[in-house]
């Protein structure tokens, strides 16, 4: 059913995280991902068994309807407080900076790991620093995730996997993924080269992404084949910064 309410803010310019709390979705070996990023209205089944809500990062006055709102501006969807807390805190600080921790914070394995009980049952909750130095550092790893996962990061050109063969088919006939040679066969002419095992088996939402991307497709002729590239491209991208959120992620993660 339409929830104009909370998509309408996504009518507008906008970034929103969207997040799932049935962690059971996931699968028994794999930790809790159901997270990922959205600059347009998402559907309530995005993740694996559904329950995908999205949280824009900044909400817009309703024209039609007596709003919260003193002005026409867009405002931030923070509480106040907690908004308020920060710039006191820390005088530098921007809102934009707390949703893109946020953002760095739900994609730590650390996190994942020690809070999996918890995430199987409820919303994730998000642990905080007073270190400002620590904060803008997850906030500026989130934003890079950020841009990468909407697939408008520079660094997703020239992208690593490669798409091979020979004549005009496209079509995804089957799919055929050797861990030796890194390949995936889509038809008897064509498939992507570049892919590892790591990236194959890489999980968002309880989905197996290159996989299921493929799946869908079963049938059809790929429309962009460039574009599958860049997914991969950004899979491996977002695993470094895994990486490096691991590195300094400090005392958060207790």
Same mark, same amino acid.
């Given at each position: 059913? /339409?929830?104009?309410?909370?998509? #309408? ?24 991902? +159901? ?10 089944? +995005? ?22 709102? !003193? ?13 308020? #807390?920060?710039?006191?805190?820390? /005088? ?17 394995? &650390? ?17 905080? !620093? ?28 020239? /992208?690593?996997? #490669? ?32 892919? !590892? ?56 993660? &207790?």
């Amino acid at each position: 059913m /339409p929830r104009n309410e909370v998509m #309408r803010h996504m009518l507008d310019e906008n970034v929103g995280v969207v997040i799932g709390r049935q962690g059971l979705a996931v699968g028994d070996n794999q930790l809790w991902n +159901l997270v990922t990023i959205s600059q347009i209205i998402t559907d309530f089944n +995005l993740f694996y068994q559904g329950g995908g809500l999205i949280a824009p990062l900044y909400i817009y006055p309703d024209e039609h309807k007596e709003d919260i709102f !003193t002005t026409t501006e867009r405002g931030y969807n923070i509480a106040p407080d907690l908004l308020d #807390r920060f710039s006191k805190l820390w /005088p530098q600080f921007q809102p934009e900076q707390l949703f893109y921790y946020v953002y760095a914070i739900l994609h730590s394995n &650390q996190y994942r790991e020690r809070f999996a009980q918890y995430l199987r049952m409820d919303f994730p909750r998000i642990p905080f !620093t007073e270190d400002y130095e620590l904060f803008s550092k997850l906030a500026e790893i989130g934003k890079e995730l950020a841009d990468i996962h909407l697939l408008k990061s520079p660094r997703l050109s020239p /992208p690593l996997a #490669r798409y091979q063969g020979s004549g005009s088919n496209d079509m995804v006939e089957f799919i055929k993924y050797d861990q030796t040679s890194g390949f995936v066969q889509i038809n008897p002419d064509k498939h992507f080269e570049g892919i !590892t095992p790591e990236l194959w088996n890489y999980h968002i939402g309880g989905y197996q992404v290159l996989h299921k991307y493929l799946k869908d497709r079963k049938g059809n002729p790929l429309a962009d084949p460039i574009h599958y590239c860049r997914m991969v491209t950004a899979m491996a991208l977002t695993i470094d910064l895994q990486e490096r959120i691991y590195k300094i992620i400090g005392t958060i993660i &207790q």
